[in-house]
């Protein structure tokens, strides 16, 4: 998560939307930077409503914007699927080197996810308990060039993105039937990302 003061923005890092190279580029204009600690770099939406904002409004930061990117669901469930295969998590209860993509998506719109399923679930990030979305701008992941326009405009800066934490390539086939249900299981998944600004 990072804070803009002056430019009275703050960057809400959804896992797996490309937020490591974002944040690597513009950490040096950010008056407050969470890092390294996951809960921390990846402050929910939710979380920044209820507890953040009260506090950096008391310190003079008021009226200030959120800024998120959601990617689009079966993409992103393929970016910690990737990941979760890597060698380094060999072993590891949250592994999915022995499992298909099919079957990762499958168990992920289980009712009771296995743990190497359980990945979080992004409408829960960019909205409160309510259901109602807390985040001011979201973009798509898919169309990162809209958002770094944004954020040039918006910080007044030139944003030219490395690549980071890219996950190793794997097979992501997945049927029409696992599709549809992924899509019945989690429609707010789907939803969100339709909203998100095109």
């Not at 600690?37 to 209820?50: E, M």
């Not at 289980?110 to 399923?117: S, T």
């Not at 007044?156 to 190793?168: A, D, E, F, G």
Request: include cysteine; charge should be positive; charged fraction near 25%.
């Amino acid at each position: 998560m990072l804070v803009f003061a002056k430019e009275k923005l703050v960057f809400l890092a959804l896992p797996k939307t490309g937020t490591t190279a974002l944040e690597s580029v513009l950490e040096p204009q950010a008056a407050m930077v969470m890092r390294k600690a996951p809960n921390l770099k990846h402050t929910p939406g939710y979380r920044y409503d209820k507890y953040l904002k009260t506090y950096l409004e008391k310190c003079g930061l008021k009226n200030l914007q959120t800024v998120c990117v959601v990617r689009h669901p079966v993409d992103w469930l393929g970016s910690w699927y990737r990941y979760r295969a890597r060698p380094a998590k060999d072993g590891s209860s949250n592994s999915t080197k022995d499992i298909s993509f099919e079957a990762f998506v499958a168990e992920f719109a289980a009712d009771d996810p296995a743990e190497w399923a359980r990945v979080g679930h992004p409408p829960r990030f960019i909205r409160d308990n309510n259901g109602r979305v807390v985040v001011d701008h979201l973009f798509q992941y898919e169309q990162m060039d809209l958002l770094v326009d944004f954020l040039e405009g918006r910080l007044k800066t030139t944003i030219t993105l490395p690549q980071r934490n890219v996950s190793p390539p794997n097979d992501m086939t997945l049927s029409a039937a696992t599709t549809a249900r992924l899509e019945a299981k989690h429609a707010q998944m789907f939803e969100d990302w339709e909203n998100a600004r095109r």
